[in-house]
């Protein structure tokens, strides 16, 4: 999560939560297409596998700040 995401407004949160999104989706596209031939960088592959991990979390963790489940505490 970044910093500021806590004092953000709505609208300021759900764009970052696309952004987030599209980079997961095309690290998810890169990893993909590293896997289909046997990578000469090990090192890339895992620094991508770990970035794209990390970035779930963000979202998730957006997710959980746009729309709380008030049942989850209950």
Do not use: W
Not at 44 to 67: W, Y
């Amino acid at each position: 999560m970044e910093p500021n995401d806590t004092t953000d407004t709505p609208e300021v949160l759900q764009a970052r939560l696309v952004e987030l999104r599209i980079e997961h989706r095309d690290l998810d596209e890169a990893i993909g297409r590293m896997a289909l031939s046997p990578p000469e960088d090990q090192l890339l592959l895992r620094r991508l596998k770990k970035r794209k991990l990390l970035i779930k979390d963000r979202i998730s963790a957006l997710e959980r700040m746009l729309d709380p489940d008030p049942d989850e505490y209950a």
